[in-house]
């Protein structure tokens, strides 16, 4: 199965202030997915990130509010963008790997 | 569209005391359940994955099983260390890329 690095791994931010979260997979995979976990909630997508081409989006997330980067087949980023208090959340990348799905160990995103 | 719900929400057991959670989902043409299992402020943690109706898998104290309108998964004389979140997902229909639906999990707490 695929391993996941994901950067950071929490961070408090001040408000209307960016936050960059990075993965890394150590193989080349077509798709990445980035979920957002609201705090006592389960994983609702944001957004599913193919390389050379641009982002999609889930009904109710857009790509001024989280722009994704996927510059190769091994690397991801997602941007929260002009932060508020209530973005705070755990932000996770995802791959199709062996017989389901590995996830990044979570980016715990605080915003005061 | 594609729903997943289980329950327990939450579930306190006493180490030792056998128990089974519960997915129900409503999908069109299942392709795959997938179980997780994610600890405090962790990402999810993939167990299983089961793709046809009578299918079971075990692992450890774990046993998943699937019918044609829900999953449980039975945990066999537990220990404190099984104490977490456990999350059903089904990938969306033909279409609906590679996307899953998670259910809203079940918190296990394991007691001495």
């Known amino acids: 199965s695929a391993v996941i690095s994901q950067k950071p791994s929490r961070d408090i931010c001040q408000r209307g202030t960016s936050l960059t979260i990075q993965c890394q997979v150590d193989?080349?995979?077509?798709?990445m997915f980035w979920y957002r976990q609201q705090p006592g909630q389960s994983l609702t997508l944001i957004a599913t990130a193919n390389q050379g081409s641009e982002a999609t989006y889930e009904s109710g997330f857009v790509i001024d509010k989280f722009p994704i980067s996927r510059p190769n087949l091994t690397f991801s980023t997602l941007t929260v963008s002009n932060m508020s208090p209530e973005d705070s959340s755990i932000y996770l990348c995802s791959v199709v790997s062996g017989d389901g799905y590995t996830f990044g160990s979570g980016t715990r995103l605080t915003v005061v | 569209e594609d729903q997943v719900t289980q329950s327990p929400e939450a579930l306190r057991l006493q180490e030792g005391e056998s128990s089974s959670l519960n997915c129900s989902y409503t999908v069109s043409g299942l392709r795959g359940l997938f179980w997780y299992r994610q600890d405090p402020g962790k990402g999810p943690e993939f167990l299983f994955t089961l793709y046809s109706a009578g299918e079971e898998k075990e692992k450890e104290r774990l046993k998943a099983t699937l019918t044609k309108k829900e999953s449980f998964l039975h945990i066999t004389a537990p220990k404190p260390e099984d104490s977490a979140t456990y999350l059903c997902a089904v990938p969306q229909a033909p279409g609906g890329g590679n996307k899953l639906t998670f259910g809203t999990g079940t918190q296990l707490k394991v007691e001495l």
């Open positions: 193989s080349q995979v077509t798709m």
